[in-house]
């Protein structure tokens, strides 16, 4: 994952803005239940008010309030505190799956307008921060947000009503609460670095996940099964290490702050009790009344319980912390890597028309020497070889040609319509696109082919003589193939992809070496179903160094490596 300038751990405050930032959208709501949510612990103080009452008067004989009535105030008050603080957790719940979501669709809809030569960051990287990392940060919402709003109300509200009855409990509070902030600060920067750690190394195990997945087929050749199970064993055992050092200081900051809050309840408890017995005159305004000590012995534990609840979500912030450094570093990454032309989105396609390009300049990445491909043109019903040798630059140009990346200088045109960001939507509605690696959305095989259009799909896969490579699969057209294709070989996923062009009616095919990799025969089958889209009056753009796909083409258009031929 790209490391901003300085790590979060190094910089909490920068890792505090960005989780500001980033739950801004759902700080209203956060506000509103953190509100309720501090209400419905305040009636404890009414109901811990009816109680005293009763059974101070039981007590001295002087009854100020039946216990019936005492009793049934109680239980309508039980009910009220149930009602407000169902309602807190629902507004409170509701804006965490919002935030998660809104985290989501902004990260994923970001990466998804990466211009193509970005290598940051990862696939594997992005998919955990998106799937796993962000889903972090509905704890911090749904428990430490309302939790820190009740810290901020409650224990102030309680003090300041313990304080007329007796200024000693009010001391012991004062004192014994602060100390569990100070203790929370102090875990919570150890808890921080060591979820930040967590956070990383997730990331790592999910990459390496993948490119050894990817890979399996080439490890097996070179019999390197066992050293990629054990780097993987070695980074699984690394991650088990961070998160148990994670949950070690969560249990330790539980276990020192329940000892603070106990250690303050029982303090109160024992003044108030030698207050009663006459054993301590002191700390009250004229004598400590049996209402009096039942109040402040049913309120102390509830002065504590705010702080309580703050300290077990305290973990759920150092979490949410480390996710949202993540987060920023990722969107920084994003965005100095650039974006695609266009916004990306649905378009309706622009009817045939010739296609040309003139005077580009590309650059392949960065600090790479810029290319000038040669200008070129394809018309409706033809085909067109883009020739050269590997690293000439043919990927680069298909990916400009298709708005994919942006040039740095010259012009591509649909007929009369200029490639722009105001029309490369409905440009690109027009293309089909065949990579050299083939890619599949997690969908059944019939909906990845046929991408939310109408149309004949038994048609297309026989047109790219496809139908038996669905035959051979054990769902059909049901069957999910996976991001990579896992099931069907190179030569058969290309084909799968060639069938999607002719579902998708495309007007302009750009294919980047279909025939790499291959077998003579599988070779032919792939340029077949090319041609047969080219007899649909498609126009085709063929990057290749193979003899048989230049033969197969109308024109050549050769690239070198010294630039515009």
């Known amino acids: 994952m790209p490391q901003t300038d300085e790590p979060t751990a190094a910089n909490p405050g920068r890792a505090d803005a960005a989780l500001t930032r980033l739950a801004a959208p759902a700080a209203p709501a956060l506000g509103r239940a953190g509100a309720l949510s501090a209400l419905a612990e305040l009636l404890w103080a009414a109901q811990a008010a009816l109680v005293a009452l009763a059974l101070g008067g039981l007590i001295s004989g002087t009854e100020r309030l039946s216990p019936l009535a005492a009793a049934a105030g109680f239980l309508a008050l039980a009910a009220l505190r149930a009602l407000l603080e169902a309602r807190a957790g629902a507004l409170a719940q509701r804006a965490a799956t919002a935030l998660v979501e809104s985290t989501r669709h902004r990260l994923i809809g970001a990466a998804a307008r990466q211009d193509a030569r970005a290598r940051s960051p990862a696939p594997a990287e992005l998919a955990s921060l998106a799937a796993e990392k962000v889903a972090m940060l509905a704890p911090w919402a749904a428990r430490y947000s309302p939790a820190m709003a009740r810290v901020r109300i409650v224990p102030l509200v309680l003090l300041a009503l313990t304080l007329p009855f007796?200024?000693?409990?009010?001391?012991?509070?004062?004192?014994?609460?602060p100390l569990i902030p100070v203790f929370m600060a102090l875990v919570g920067m150890a808890a921080r670095d060591a979820s930040e750690r967590q956070m990383a190394e997730i990331g790592t195990l999910n990459t390496l996940l993948v490119d050894r997945i990817a890979a399996v087929a080439d490890l097996r050749l070179l019999g390197a099964e066992a050293r990629a199970g054990a780097d993987l064993a070695a980074a699984s055992d690394d991650l088990r290490t961070r998160t148990m050092r994670v949950l070690a200081v969560a249990f330790l900051s539980s276990t020192v702050l329940e000892l603070f809050s106990a250690l303050g309840v029982a303090m109160v408890a024992v003044y108030v009790g030698f207050a009663l017995l006459g054993e301590l005159t002191f700390?009250?305004?004229?004598?400590?009344?049996?209402?009096?000590?039942?109040?402040?012995?049913?309120?102390?534990?509830?002065?504590?319980q705010p702080l309580r609840d703050l300290a077990a979500a305290w973990h759920d912030r150092a979490s949410a912390l480390a996710v949202a450094g993540e987060i920023e570093a990722a969107e920084a990454a994003i965005a100095?890597?650039?974006?695609?032309?266009?916004?990306?989105?649905?378009?309706?396609?622009?009817?045939?028309a010739p296609f040309r390009w003139h005077g580009l300049v590309l650059s392949p990445g960065p600090g790479a020497a810029l290319l000038g491909p040669p200008d070129g043109a394809v018309q409706p019903g033809e085909a067109l070889a883009i020739a050269g040798p590997s690293g000439v630059g043919k990927t680069t140009l298909l990916a400009a040609l298709a708005g994919l990346i942006r040039p740095e200088a010259g012009e591509i045109r649909w007929g009369e319509t200029v490639l722009s960001d105001s029309t490369a939507d409905a440009i690109r509605?027009?293309?089909?696109?065949?990579?050299?690696?083939?890619?599949?959305?997690?969908?059944p095989l019939g909906e990845a082919l046929m991408l939310g259009r109408t149309g004949d799909l038994d048609a297309a896969l026989t047109a790219a003589q496809a139908q038996g490579i669905v035959a051979a699969l054990p769902g059909g057209l049901s069957t999910r193939l996976g991001d990579l294709g896992g099931g069907v070989?190179?030569?058969e996923a290309r084909r799968l992809m060639i069938a999607r062009a002719h579902a998708a009616k495309a007007s302009l095919i750009l294919a980047d070496e279909p025939t790499a990799?291959?077998?003579?025969?599988t070779a032919q089958a792939v340029l077949t179903g090319l041609l047969a889209l080219r007899a649909t009056g498609a126009a085709l753009i063929v990057a290749s160094h193979d003899p048989a796909v230049l033969g197969a083409m109308d024109r050549v258009l050769p690239m070198t490596p010294e630039g515009r031929a």
């Not at 509605?429 to 969908?443: E, V």
């Open 166 to 177: 007796s200024w000693a409990a009010a001391l012991v509070l004062l004192v014994a609460g």
């Open 429 to 443: 509605a027009g293309i089909g696109w065949l990579p050299q690696a083939p890619r599949f959305i997690d969908a």
């Open 283 to 304: 700390g009250s305004w004229g004598g400590l009344s049996p209402e009096a000590g039942i109040f402040l012995l049913m309120i102390a534990p509830e002065f504590f």
């Open 336 to 352: 100095a890597s650039g974006t695609l032309l266009g916004q990306g989105a649905p378009a309706a396609a622009l009817p045939p």
């Open 517 to 521: 990799d291959l077998d003579p025969e």
């Open 489 to 491: 070989s190179g030569g």
